[in-house]
């Protein structure tokens, strides 16, 4: 029961932007959308969060529907050490607690 | 530099041993976390800790046994494991356990279940 969609796999030519997207159709209205990267054999390593509106940091852009179902992660010039797995995540809200929820991923290749 | 250490990087265990994973965080956090990445899973969430305290348990089985002396430092104890607990275990932190907070991660310990 994926709370996250993405696509398995991107390519990305080197000084371009990378857009990464996420369906999140069924998020609530106080989750927050996560994207972390992981580089292979290491941690995962957070980038940027939001709830409702479009944030950006100095890695990078979240941008977020107006209906919430969807987000899209920017990389606006990209290099060969962005070349990661990307998490789109949401906060899922259990019985137990609060579940940091992590999707299978789009693993970016940043192509010379 | 991510401000959380694990050690060991790597572990291999028979299933009768008793070891134990440390995780350190510089970050004057709060909240500390454990993780299971299984090959081609999600994360799995273990436990979480606030000041000190256990505030989540994910149904993870006795034979994981976590511990937090104090904000910076969390364990997890393993005692006669299965080998379908090798994995690779993550520990974060974030400065408190709240639904909005981001979370630090370490780079793991490597586990290996004989």
């Known amino acids: 029961d994926a709370k996250t969609t993405q696509p398995p796999s991107m390519d990305c030519a080197e000084g371009r932007a990378a857009n990464l997207p996420c369906n999140h159709s069924?998020?609530?209205?106080?989750?927050?959308v996560y994207w972390y990267r992981q580089i292979h054999s290491q941690g995962p390593q957070y980038i940027i969060h939001?709830?409702?509106n479009n944030e950006t940091n100095e890695m990078a852009s979240l941008i977020i529907t107006e209906d919430r179902k969807s987000s899209t992660l920017i990389l606006p010039h990209a290099t060969l050490r962005d070349t990661a797995v990307y998490y789109c995540?949401?906060?899922?809200?259990?019985?137990?607690?609060?579940?940091?929820?992590f999707g299978t991923g789009t693993s970016l290749t940043v192509i010379p | 530099e991510t401000g959380v250490t694990q050690t060991p990087r790597h572990l291999v265990m028979g299933m009768t041993n008793k070891k134990s994973l440390k995780c350190e965080q510089h970050?004057?956090?709060?909240?500390m976390y454990w993780y299971k990445q299984s090959a081609k899973k999600p994360l799995e969430l273990m436990f979480v800790?606030?000041?000190?305290?256990?505030?989540e348990n994910n149904s993870v089985p006795s034979r994981f046994s976590p511990e937090c002396p104090n904000s910076s430092h969390l364990f997890l104890h393993l005692h006669t494991l299965q080998p379908e607990d090798s994995a690779l275990y993550l520990c974060?932190?974030?400065?408190?356990?709240?639904?909005?907070?981001?979370?630090?991660f370490g780079d793991g310990t490597r586990l290996s279940i004989l």
């Open positions: 974060a932190s974030s400065q408190e356990a709240e639904l909005n907070q981001p979370q630090h």
């Open positions: 995540i949401v906060r899922v809200e259990l019985s137990t607690g609060n579940q940091f929820y």
């Open positions: 069924t998020i609530s209205g106080n989750e927050y």
């Open positions: 939001g709830l409702k």
């Open positions: 970050l004057g956090h709060n909240a």
């Open positions: 800790y606030s000041l000190e305290e256990r505030v």
